[in-house]
């Protein structure tokens, strides 16, 4: 009868005085497992959070170009625009024929560069000057990061530090370079003290201004996938805050390089190497116009160069998994 069947199905579970038996073996076992496997599982989900988070708001239908021609979209504009001012500046100086001192052609500009070239001296500056941009660059994302998360998530701290970062975002970085002689002396460590008070502020505050455009219901998502802490900045917060962190990054370089031009020109001698910042001071010095203007160029050159191959690309990469650029960005 099925009533037999089913007494003794549940009969091995009971004991005979009518109490709970011990639970299987098995079942522990199992449990311990589930238990021990829990943690990996989060690990797993938070991944895929954070792999998910490059795809929200992006289609997969975009046709990305090849990049070949992202490459040319961004290189060619700005050749074209280099060549329509120089072809300018030639044919101004071919009809008002102004005196050479005061106006030198791209001729005398080119000559003025070739010389340099020639005694070594404009290997040197470049050399000199792109070493401590890109040492004192580094070096800043080193401090500015940590300190952007902390004022990103210490809400008093924020408010307190907050104002002040901002403020030395604002102060000309050529303000401390008579304070960095005082303390420094004419050394290589004044010219990098220059250069992270120029740098510093940026990252942080790109930083802070990503971190708190972060959706509130990523944290909660990441929460619920049990991240917390370290495990939440790294999989949820950093990843959704890049885009801003990217723009700090960017605008920190553009400072850092021009803080660095500053103390060049300012603390000259001593100890400190010769830089292109040290070369415009010499051209100056010398009343050497045409010196003057090719060093300016090839200090434009430089950051336009590391803008085109760096920043910008990494950029763009990024804004497109975002769905936040078209696809012929």
Do not use: C
């Not at 070594?120 to 941009?133: D, F, V, Y």
Request: aromatic fraction near 6%; glycine fraction near 10%.
């Amino acid at each position: 009868m099925p009533s037999d069947a089913n007494a003794s199905t549940l009969a091995p579970s009971e004991n005979p005085g009518g109490s709970p038996s011990t639970e299987p073996e098995s079942a522990t076992s199992s449990r311990a497992h589930g238990a021990s496997s829990s943690s990996s599982s989060s690990d797993a989900d938070l991944r895929e959070l954070e792999a998910g988070l490059d795809r929200l708001q992006s289609s997969a239908t975009d046709r990305q170009p090849s990049a070949w021609k992202r490459i040319t979209r961004s290189v060619v504009p700005p050749i074209v625009v280099v060549l329509l001012a120089i072809a300018a500046w030639q044919l101004y100086i071919v009809i008002a024929n102004p005196r050479p001192d005061l106006s030198p052609g791209p001729v005398d500009v080119f000559l003025a560069l070739q010389d340099a070239a020639r005694s070594g001296r404009l290997l040197e500056a470049i050399a000199t000057s792109l070493g401590r941009g890109l040492l004192g660059f580094l070096i800043a994302i080193a401090v500015g990061t940590p300190i952007g998360l902390l004022l990103a998530e210490v809400a008093w701290i924020r408010r307190a530090v907050g104002p002040i970062i901002s403020g030395l975002q604002v102060l000309p970085s050529v303000a401390w370079v008579p304070a960095a002689i005082i303390w420094f002396g004419l050394t290589d460590a004044t010219v990098y003290f220059v250069v992270l008070m120029g740098a510093i502020p940026s990252i942080v505050n790109g930083l802070v201004s990503g971190i708190q455009h972060v959706p509130p219901q990523l944290r909660r998502a990441g929460r619920v996938l049990g991240a917390s802490g370290f495990s939440l900045a790294r999989h949820v917060v950093l990843p959704a805050a890049l885009p801003g962190y990217l723009a700090g990054l960017r605008q920190g370089w553009a400072f850092s390089w021009r803080s660095l031009m500053a103390a060049e020109i300012i603390a000259f001698g001593g100890t400190i190497g010769f830089g292109l910042g040290s070369m415009l001071q010499q051209g100056r010095d010398l009343a050497d116009l045409a010196s003057v203007l090719g060093t300016i160029i090839v200090i434009l050159a430089i950051g336009v160069l590391l803008e085109l191959a760096l920043f910008a690309p990494i950029e763009r990469g990024v804004l497109r998994r975002r769905g936040l650029a078209g696809a012929g960005a």
